[in-house]
C-alpha cells in the first residue's frame, strides 16, 4: 500500500542498471538550496546592518566619552548659577523687607516730627501773641506816660501864627517818641515773628500792623508840651531855634 501510494519515491532504475535520482528528491534538494542560498544572503545584509549599527553605536559611545566631561562642568557650572541666583534672590528679599521697615520707621518718624513741629509752631504763636499783647501794653502805658507829661495848654502872650507854629514843633516831639518807640516794638517783633513759619509770621505781623493802626490815631491828638522860660529865652522851640523871635 506504501509502495503503490508514493511510486514517485522509488528509486528508478535506468538501463544501465544504476538508479536513478529521483525528480521529487531533487526539486526539494533546489528548493534547500534556493532557501539556504537567499537565507544567507539574508544573513549577510543583516550583518552588515548590524555592524552598522555596532558601528554607529561605538561613535556614540566615543562622543558621549569625549562630551560627557565637558556636559557635566556645564552642568556643573548652571547647578552653581542657580545657586548663586537663588541666594541673591534671597538677599534681595530681606533687603526688600529691610526697606520696608526702614520706610515705615521713617514715616512714623515724619510724622512725629511733624506733630513736634506743630506744636512749636503752636507754642510759638502763643509766645508771640503773649510777647505782642505785653509790648501792645507797654506802648499804651508809654503812651499814657507821654500824655501825662503834656499837661493843659498854657496861655503865652504871643501872636497867633508864632502860638501855631510853637505848638506844631512842640507836637512833634511826642509823636517822634511814640514813633520811636512803635520802632522798637516793631523791631522787637519781626525778630520773634521771623523765627516762626511764614505764614505764622505774616498772620502774627498782620495782627501787630492792626494793633499800631488802632494806635496811630492817637498821633492826631495835639499833646502839647509846654515850653519852659530858659527855653523860651534861648530861642529853642524843640525842632530848632526861633530864628523870628531872635530878630
Known sequence: MASKSAPSLLPEIGLDGI??????????????????????????????????VERELENLTLEMKLTA??????????????????????????????????????????????????????????LVRESASTQYSRLEELKRRLEALNPSRVSCHVSEGKHLQQAHSNASAPQSAISHAEDSIEASLSGNIHSASEKTDEDQFVQVREKKRVIIPSRGKKNIIPRSKAALDSGWTGAGFDVDERT
Open 19 to 52: 538508479a536513478r535520482e529521483s525528480p521529487v528528491i531533487a526539486y526539494t534538494e533546489k528548493v534547500i538550496e534556493e532557501e539556504q542560498l537567499q537565507l544567507k544572503r539574508y544573513i549577510q545584509e543583516n550583518y552588515s546592518k548590524i555592524r552598522d
Open 69 to 126: 566631561g565637558p556636559k557635566r562642568a556645564a552642568l556643573e557650572h548652571m547647578r552653581k548659577k542657580i545657586e548663586l541666583a537663588n541666594e541673591r534672590l534671597r538677599v534681595a528679599k530681606s533687603k526688600e523687607e529691610q526697606a520696608k521697615k526702614a520706610w515705615e520707621e521713617a514715616v512714623e518718624v515724619v510724622k512725629k516730627e511733624e506733630l513736634i513741629k506743630q506744636n512749636l509752631c503752636d507754642d510759638l504763636n502763643h
